[in-house]
């Protein structure tokens, strides 16, 4: 089995090596390739990875390359994990909007439609390349905004899943705090990526005990903490929304708070700068400590799973991942990418029923659905107009003058990966 991780010069690979080389039952790798064409992180990322092949006695092999046309040629699936413009875009991804009152982040608002606008083109144009050189390989998408992303690459007919670490995160914390296994808890996850709510949490699977209720009221307080959001509001709600949710609950705020700190883009930058060093050393064979502050907790548990049920392995029977809607969610079109949990197989990911959405929930969902509509129709026509009516729809923009602000602010600092522009 030979899977390509498109971005692989990423520090956040060693995570990822780390899980393949511990779930290797699960998922049994013969050869992974990694792909980057930054030639220098290849290096020491890759290097990094074959050491910890080795120290636990993985028999896969592990190959570096630049030349995305080779590192595919073959894949059963290929995973995506790229940043167009690097932690440099993203630093103006979270300081620009500020400039208008706005939230700065790299994966909503209007920082996320920049990240749009630079990255769809550039993933579909890989994945026109993987379908060429195999064209039954299946696409892992964990390259942000992943809901705009893998609508994109569901429209233009590729077999693609996509996959976020938000849900086995809270999978992981809830299994935790009632002292159960990670298996043993099923959730009932709906919305959009990095929109999404916990409804109930269930012990043993789909129609398992509903054990939400006696969470809150015996962890809320760490619930809360966790999602930096009052302990009365998931009181009031009765859900654990998810902690992007706060940029939505608490807008004012959050962008007071940006104001007054370094981006986390510079937080990120400098970590990476240690990460890289670290990676150089040829005694270390295993995932620094310092990885877990990098974000993406998990990912290499939620990508392994999901490879393996895609793959035919032993993988998770029912997953959290983004796909098409189609019927799922009755207010929003067949078309639209939700997150969910689904039945995850051969074919694909197919998503189990869901119980009917709260007009609290549905409403903003329904909003962020077309405004994502029209970031992707922005990503793949361009246009100064088709930016501001995405902006205008976003419920985090929603005034004409910000919008037409923040339009000429996205253009200004994203000009050199916008071909239209």
């Known amino acids: 089995m030979k899977l390509t991780v498109v971005g692989g010069g990423s520090t956040y690979t060693p995570e990822l090596i780390d899980g393949f080389a511990r779930l290797r039952d699960t998922l049994p790798l013969t050869e992974l390739v990694l792909v ?13 990875a074959r050491r910890i092949f080795a120290r636990q006695d993985h028999p896969g092999t592990i190959t570096t390359t630049s030349d995305l046309d080779a590192g595919v040629e073959g894949a059963d699936a290929v995973l995506l994990q ?105 959730l009932d996850h709906v919305g959009l990526n990095h929109l ?36 009365t509001v998931l009181d009031r709600l009765g859900v654990v ?16 708070e940006l104001g007054t700190k370094p981006s986390r883009a510079a937080e990120v930058a400098a970590m990476e700068k240690q990460l890289l060093d670290l990676y150089g050393d040829p005694a270390l064979d295993e995932k620094p400590a310092l990885l877990a502050k990098r974000g993406g907790a998990f990912y290499s548990e939620a990508a392994v799973d999901l490879a393996a049920g895609l793959l035919g392995g032993g993988g998770s029977p029912y997953q959290v991942v983004n796909t098409y809607n189609h019927g799922t969610l ?16 051969a074919d694909g990911a197919v998503p189990l029923p869901v119980a009917p959405v709260d007009p609290l929930y549905a409403g903003l969902v329904a909003n962020v659905t077309a405004y994502e509509d029209l970031a992707l129709d922005a990503a793949l ?3 100064r ?37």
Do not use: M
């Open 36 to 48: 980057d064409p930054a030639a220098d992180r290849l290096d020491l990322v890759g290097g990094l």
């Open 82 to 186: 790229l940043r167009v413009g690097g932690q440099a875009a993203r630093e103006q991804d979270e300081t620009w909007p500020l400039e208008c009152g706005c939230v700065g982040q790299e994966t909503t608002g209007a920082g996320g439609l920049a990240k749009a606008l630079r990255t769809v083109p550039v993933v579909l144009d890989i994945a026109e390349r993987v379908r060429r050189a195999n064209p039954d390989a299946w696409i892992i998408d964990f390259t942000n905004p992943v809901g705009i992303v893998t609508r994109a690459l569901l429209r233009a007919g590729h077999k693609a899943v996509g996959l976020c670490n938000v849900a086995i995160g809270f999978q992981r914390k809830f299994a935790a705090l009632l002292g159960v296994a990670p298996a043993e808890i099923h």
């Open 196 to 231: 999404t709510w916990e409804r109930a949490v269930r012990l043993g699977g789909p129609d398992g005990e509903n054990v939400l209720p006696r969470l809150l009221a015996e962890h809320g307080d760490a619930v809360a903490d966790d999602l930096r959001l009052p302990r």
């Open 241 to 256: 929304p998810s902690y992007y949710l706060r940029y939505f609950y608490a807008h004012d705020e959050v962008v007071r």
């Open 330 to 345: 009755p207010f929003l079109p067949d078309d639209a990418v939700i997150e969910t949990q689904a039945a995850i197989g």
């Open 381 to 383: 026509r361009g246009g």
């Open 385 to 421: 107009d088709r930016v501001f009516r995405a902006l205008l729809a976003h419920p985090l923009v929603g005034q004409y003058a910000t919008a037409d602000g923040l339009t000429d602010r996205l253009i200004a600092h994203n000009r050199e990966h916008l071909a239209w522009a």
